[in-house]
């Protein structure tokens, strides 16, 4: 394994890490306030509007420096092979071209794996200069699908086995469980692999100063960056700055630091000018990441009142090069369940390494457990809504755990079945009528997004009155400089319009990767401590000039003034006026008090119509109710909720990667063939948001929505399907091909 | 699955583009410097590239004269977003599959990652920077921050310009309508719904001023 490689593990390893929350350290925070808020908790429009819809809103695509170079790299087109000779010399000699390295020597063993690099003047030069690259292959022996990689005798990706445990867990007696349990029932079931393909594709700028290097990416990271560069160069991480712009999309494909931002650090070192690189589309398709494939079995005891006595199950999945995603979390937590055991197996094979997708694990795990609830309640006999209830828990680990600090699934439940309308369901599976059948399904969510300690933001206050909200963070589209300037506001009683914000670089207070839905409860506990310190200071400076207590003084209409007598005030910019040099204040995210389980929840439920002439489905409508504690704008956390499922409509309905198993190639590394849903294809959404704050996990009571809509939905899709057809598929993507089959062995059996 | 296609555009179809690539030397050799002023590109900059293979060409960007000098290899996007610094207009995929690249040419949408420079000669062309009047932005603009028509915003300069166009031709958009006149625009972030929701509200506040 290459240096930097073991390096993106390691980041990946810190992001679920972070993403579950560390140990809890005990010290107890005070409840959030029972306070009216005038602008948390409403509709606020981005305050970066203006500039995204102008097109002024600069992304790292779109910047360019003087004298800057363009590198580009060449990629092994075989999934498996031994580089025996490369001759760089016709590249080095073609005029524009300013640098080339070899970056590969022995094994490649994926299709899209770095093998030299070029900077030269223009993209056309470093485009000729890589096809000048001579690369002598020897082709070896690849796999590419999982199920070969499995069998006896197949082409080793690795120096060991192809097939790895990953993960295990245990609880209470399966066995013991199985033999008190009066119905057994057990099913199998398969999710695709997935390209994440945010519509910026990855871009990396490097530039030195001496022997300091400042790289502008387009990551969800940038401290993780900055730290994974500085391991790879050899150089310490406080000479190194990663500035991210506006990016776009990034869904897990962005976390940790690049390859191909190592190499243009390289180049750059190398030409001592600005080094740009810009992946392709197809090369986002090949070795940026992906969703890593489940194959998972899950066996049941079940009591016939419909109490689960042992749940059993064995997961195999594949990254590729790199390692599947622990899918069990879902299953070990969710329902009451004393006896739990779990076998999880990563499958190497020769295909680009897997990457945190959106909810990774989650995502497929959700899907076999919400599916097979679904049949199980089929085959007892119980509303499947009804099935869930009588597993319902109050505590983590099947009601084995500590308790949930907050957990409102029940209202999830209540809210949703009442807005779809869940009476409308068929009562057997496959009661849908006519040649177009329809059908409903419910699927639960679960996820962690506690957001992470330590977490630091500054306010800073300006003589006149003008005011900073800082912190390192990154705005992947959820809204963090809106929520950021909104709660700013909100304590310093201005307007979000009035708050200067600054994110996106390392030399801003630390702040954790943008991802596991850990923004929102990271940042915003850490922006609302520091706005509280600006707040208590400006109190006490009114106080002086009131003449009344500082405990007498509140914020609001961009004034300072005596809560008992409000016609006694000071504006706002009088009052910084007395702070003579800018102020910071420094802010942080306090500790999880220990003892309880901090986890968001959420449950969809969808409808769809499924043409069973031509296999086509089609969601209609999708109920999302979620439960993430306070919700500081509602404006932004709807658009997560839309976003979340139309991404998982078009993983249930169309998105695969396919590689030729004869060539190791994948045949659609682009946005025609490789197949995300289009506007023909988002259903009608209705996102609910059950409004209680958790009493402890931070000073706002709030937690994150980043991963959550995206999990449950399709499994949700796949349900309503079921009960519309009466054959569950229990694999996605749904194709025509697959439904019609199924309608087929559905037709043959009866 | 078969998916609905990708809009169809009436003037501007792959034929006519692969059609374009060996027709249009006749019209570059119409162009006179004379249209273009001012100049936003300076000599110096077009002395990189062999003299022998350029063409020159004159059109409007955002209501700017402008005249260039362009490989016949160049795209539109690339001439835009590379010589005429106006970034906006978003590379995505670079092959037509995705509208991020969306501008109008003579009020009608274009995919400018497939179109060739050259062909622009002549016309003219709306990218993103040229919609808002000054400071006050074109309803369909406002309609994306009112409605939250977007998460990360890479893909909203070509879902505005499309939408643009569409209101242009149909002022009264149905749901269906809207769906089928956005479906070559790709919304990664999936925030479609909101889309919708933001044509709808600036097709009413057109209608009404």
Known sequence: MKKHEKYLEDSDLAYLELAKGKEPQGKEISPPEKQEFKIIGQYTPRVDGKLIVTGRAKYTQDLSFKDMLCGKILRSPYASAEIIGMDISQAESLPGVKAVLKLKEGRVKYEGEQVAAVAADDEKTAEEALGLIRVDYKLLPHVVAPEKAMAEGSPQVHDSANVQKLNEYNRGDVDKGFAEAEIIFERTYKTAVEIHHPVETHVSIAQWDEDRLTVWDSTQAIFSVRDGLARALGIPASRIRVIKMYMGGGFGCKLGVNEHTIVAAQLAKETGRPVKITLSRKENSLCVGNRPTSLITVKAGVKKDGALISLFMKNYTSGGVGRGDRCSEPLIDIYKCPNVKVEEFTVFTNTGASRPTRAPGHVQGTFALEGFMEELANELGFDPLDLRRKNYTSSNRGETGIPYSSKGLDKCYELGASAIGWARRNKKPGGGQGKKKRGLGVASQIWWGAGVQGTLADVKIHPDGSVEAISGTQDLGGGTRTFMATITAETLGLEPQDITVKIGDTTYPWAPSSGGSQTTPSVAPAIRDAAMKAAEHLKSLAAKKLNVAASDIALGNKNLFDKNNPERSVAFQEITKELRREAVFHGERGDLPAGFAYNSFGAHFAEVEVDTETGQIKVLKVVAAHEIGRVINKQTAESQVVGGITQGVSAALFEERVIDENTGKMVNPNLQNYKPATSMDSPEIVPIFIDIVDPRINNLGTKGLGEPPRIPISAAVANAVYNAIGVHLREIPMTPDKVLKALGTKETAS | ?209
Request: with cysteine; charged share 25%.
């Open chain 2, 1 to 209: 699955m078969e998916k609905t296609p990708r809009k169809k555009r009436k003037t501007y179809t792959r034929r006519a583009f692969l059609k374009g690539l060996g027709g249009g030397a006749a019209g570059t050799a119409l162009a006179t410097r004379l249209l273009g002023q001012p100049l936003l590109t300076s000599q110096s900059e077009l002395s990189t590239a062999p003299v022998s293979s350029k063409k020159t060409v004159t059109f409007t960007v955002n209501g700017k004269k402008v005249l260039l000098e362009v490989e016949p290899r160049e795209t539109l996007l690339e001439v835009l977003r590379e010589r005429l610094k106006l970034t906006g207009t978003k590379k995505t995929c670079d092959r037509g599959e995705c509208g991020g690249c969306t501008v109008l040419l003579d009020n009608q949408p274009v995919y400018s990652c497939l179109f060739l420079a050259y062909r622009a000669d002549g016309k003219q062309v709306t990218t993103i920077e040229g919609l808002a009047e000054g400071e006050k932005l074109h309803p369909v603009q406002q309609a994306f921050i009112d409605k939250d028509a977007y998460q990360c915003g890479f893909c909203s300069p070509g879902f505005i310009m499309s939408s643009v166009a569409l209101l242009s031709k149909n002022p009264a958009p149905s749901l269906a309508e809207i769906k089928a006149g956005l479906s070559g625009n790709l919304c990664r972030c999936g925030n479609y719904a909101k889309i919708y929701e933001a044509v709808a509200a600036a097709s009413q506040s057109m209608r009404k001023a």
